[in-house]
């Protein structure tokens, strides 16, 4: 007969049995989530780095200040930035912003994109805008070593706009260049010239000697032969192909020794 007292023993096991089990599942769902919980960490890190700054405000502290002006200037004149500048560096290449604030310079501008049309006309037309952010006064930069010169509508990328390590060897180089192309340039027009006026020139001698051989052009080296024609100029084998003839060129060659 079955007592009360191997009821709760056997009932002891079984419980102690599911604990166990439950146990031995949370473990290993601990171990299978853990690493794509930390994926996910990793990931948010990498996100919140790549969204951050450098701080590039000592650029300017680390070449000699001609060297940092020279390439300002340069800046200013491609009308784009790079980080380092100083907010009035910045200013003069971009032009004076749409916001401007301690931290960020906000610039907005409207596109060629309509947003609203009023009947046919466009009532309202679609914005951009780009913000550069400052610290301490200077730009900075998303990407460590950054060398590019931002444009504000992004068209550096494609220019392959990159601040010269020294613009006035960089002008000095581009100088030489536009100078040895405009050399160039002019010795191909010469070049050109000459070729068109030699060109000239022939079609006038083949135009005076088609005009010179015409009578000859129903002659014949038997024609010849048989006195029935004068011995055209020797010139005129050019033009008339009877006269490639081997007793011809006998007859000029006669012709000449007798001179």
């Not at 444009?151 to 006035?168: F, V, W």
């Amino acid at each position: 007969m079955v007592t009360f007292k191997d009821v709760f023993s056997i009932t002891w096991k079984v419980v102690l049995s599911l604990m166990i089990v439950s146990a031995i599942v949370g473990v290993a769902y601990w171990l299978l989530s853990v690493p794509g919980k930390l994926a996910k960490v990793a990931k948010a890190n990498t996100t919140v780095e790549a969204m951050s700054t450098y701080d590039t405000s000592d650029y300017h502290t680390k070449m000699p200040k001609s060297l940092w002006e020279r390439r300002a200037a340069w800046a200013v004149k491609h009308r784009c930035s790079f980080a380092g500048m100083s907010k009035e560096e910045v200013i003069r290449a971009l032009g004076r912003p749409t916001e401007e604030k301690t931290y960020a310079l906000t610039y907005t501008w409207e596109t060629k994109d309509c947003a609203r049309y009023d009947g046919d006309a466009c009532a309202e037309y679609k914005k951009e805008s780009n913000i550069i952010f400052l610290h301490n006064g200077y730009s900075q930069s998303f990407r460590y070593g950054d060398e590019d010169c931002h444009t504000l509508s992004g068209e550096h990328q494609y220019l392959g706009l990159k601040i010269p390590k020294d613009p006035a060897q960089e002008d000095a180089l581009q100088k030489a260049k536009a100078e040895f192309q405009a050399k160039l340039a002019a010795q191909q027009v010469v070049e050109q010239k000459q070729l068109e006026q030699e060109r000239d020139a022939e079609r006038k001698r083949l135009a005076g000697l088609r005009a010179e051989c015409t009578p000859f052009i129903d002659g014949s080296p038997e024609k010849i032969q048989a006195k029935k024609m004068p011995l055209p100029p020797r010139e005129c084998r050019e033009i008339l192909s009877w006269m490639r003839d081997a007793y011809l060129n006998a007859l000029y060659d006669l012709q000449k020794q007798s001179r």
